[in-house]
């Protein structure tokens, strides 16, 4: 049994990308994960974060078997998910739960919010409607909503009260784990408060394993225990938040914290900023895939591809400079 | 003078479900080469407000009720359609939050650049094409002359969002309106872009307003703020004043919900309730449901934005009776 709950050895998932309607060929491969490695023990809630395209969404759906993965292996609670027949998947499925980012488009406009948190309860468990029904008002009182609105439907509820709704849905069947992909990002800052509230309450008092992601590092700051994050498919930095972000060590997650506008006026735009976009994860950088954005990059960073290696016993990071600072 | 002048402003929406006062009664005015950011969440009236300046509001089912918009002498809610072409695009132009959909993609950059040299000024074909690659040059595309044969597909998320800032700088307008422009962008990115129109501001002494929900995006970026809640101004600060010394509980609350103002794993302030239904009409402070401050006189209360320290207003009731 391994010590984690959820692990992940070297995961890598392409997806190849295909000309033409009648000839088709392939052209290229987008490696949006594209060797990931890393461990959530119980309990733990880690946040990944990383600017769009950079594969953290994938990542998301490749650990849930959403998108096939390419190579390597995802074990949870020990079982690696991609060898399992789908009957003993399905088994699994109930312990694995997903809160999606856009609450406007994760639930069904036509199903009423008690169908919704039903659902999983119908599917895979033998609890009679009647029951159901108290089951059911228990997961809406649980994150805050009234019992008397199960009848309603989602166009009737606001962004916050439907994100609530789908985090009962996920909680519908007490699992082991959530993924929660970008969960405050549709919503206003005081609406995004009590959400993250709500998820910061609920890890603590049912023991939940979270894996958070977000592009908001002040979001994933303030509930994660480990952060890590990743560019092009890669994990660059991995450990303790605190230390992640007061003590940044790969150039990445510097510029990354210092491109959080400061909300203090006196203080002047930070120098240093990153100069252009991420590059394509079609054609990737040679070795370390930030190099032609890094400000500290040497000759050999553009050939000698970085692993993550621990720089401290508590942090991996995939830079030389990070070692010999 | 102020560059632009804005007074008692209303828009209605007149919908099946009612008259919905995205923006009731504001106003406000900007200085040449100030820019002024308007904070507030998504619903609150930011966009309308600037849509209605520029003739942008679907009619029907949106109307402008009242107000006058003085702009170097003609008032813009009043113009012809002629007239309002002639100053939208050349003397005020507009960027968006979403670049993919604000430019045409069966047109060429090239083309698009240089349509509003050609529209407002005749300019030759190949003027406009010179123009443009300065342009194009000044907001850090540098390889202007190859890419105006480009499609807007063909460009990433930030450069589009610059190709649209030439757009709209290169007939050289005196304001800028930014509605949401780094939203859709990533982190890294947004800074780059904010500091690009900084420094376009800068050295072409042109007036900014700025839309945006993202407190951090206002503090780095403007001189003066307006807060809005519920289609009406509750604070007008510079942002100096506003991010020191905030004197409307709202403003508070907002800031005080960020994560970034917690310590690790604290409870997040949090604002109960909702924002006002705008088809309803709503007397007194539209906060006064939400806030902790409101006494029973917020209900009813006139709402006008007062002096309450030097180029410090505030609506609210009790901080004007020196209560807060």
Partial sequence: MSEYLLELKNLKTHFPVRVGTLFERTVGTVKAVDGVSLGVPEGEVLGLVGESGCGKSTLARTVLGLVPATSGTVLFEGRDLRTLLSHELRALRPRLQMVFQDPYASLNPRMTVFDTIAEPLAVHTTVSRRERAGRVGELMERVGLARRLMKKYPHEFSGGQRQRIAIARALALNPRLIIADEPVSALDVSVQAQILNLIAELSREMGLTLLLISHDLAVVKHLSHRIGVMYLGKIVELGDAEDVFHRPLHPYTQALIRAIPSTDPGRARPAGLLHGDPPSPMNPPSGCPFHPRCPVAAPECATTPQPLLDAEPTRQVACWKAKTP | MPLLDVENLRTYFHTRNGIVRAVDGVSFSVEKGETLGIVGESGSGKSVCVYSLLGLIPSPPGRIESGAAHFDGSDLLRCTPEELRAVRGKRISMIF?????????????????????????????????????????????????????????????????????????????????????????????????????????????????????????????????????????????????????????????????????????????????????????????????RCRHAVDGCRECELTLEDVAPGHQSACLRVQAGEL
């Avoid at chain 2, 501001?201 to 703020?225: E, F, N, P, W, Y």
């Avoid at chain 2, 103002?261 to 109960?272: C, D, M, N, S």
């Fill in chain 2, 97 to 289: 939050q979403d670049p993919m959909t604000a430019l045409n993609p069966y047109m060429t950059i090239g083309d698009q650049v240089t349509e509003p040299l050609r529209v407002h000024e005749g300019c030759p074909k190949m003027e406009a094409r010179t123009r443009a690659i300065e342009m194009l040059q000044s907001v850090g595309i540098v390889d202007g002359a190859e890419r105006l044969r480009d499609y807007p597909h063909q460009f990433s998320g930030g450069m589009r969002q610059r190709v649209m800032i030439a757009m709209a700088l290169i007939g050289g307008p005196e304001l800028l309106i930014a509605d949401e422009p780094t939203t859709a962008l990533d982190v890294t990115v947004q800074a780059q872009i904010l500091d690009l129109i900084n420094n376009l501001q800068q050295s072409l002494g042109m007036a900014v307003i700025l839309i945006t929900h993202d407190l951090g995006v206002i503090a780095s970026t403007c001189d003066r703020v307006l807060v809005m809640y519920a289609g009406r101004f509750l604070e007008s600060a510079t942002v100096h004043d506003l991010f020191q010394t905030p004197r409307h509980p709202y403003t508070e609350a907002l800031m005080a919900s960020r994560p970034s103002a917690h310590a690790k794993g604290e409870t997040l302030y949090t604002i109960p309730g909702l924002p006002p239904d705008l088809s309803t009409e709503i007397a007194g402070c539209p906060f006064a449901e």
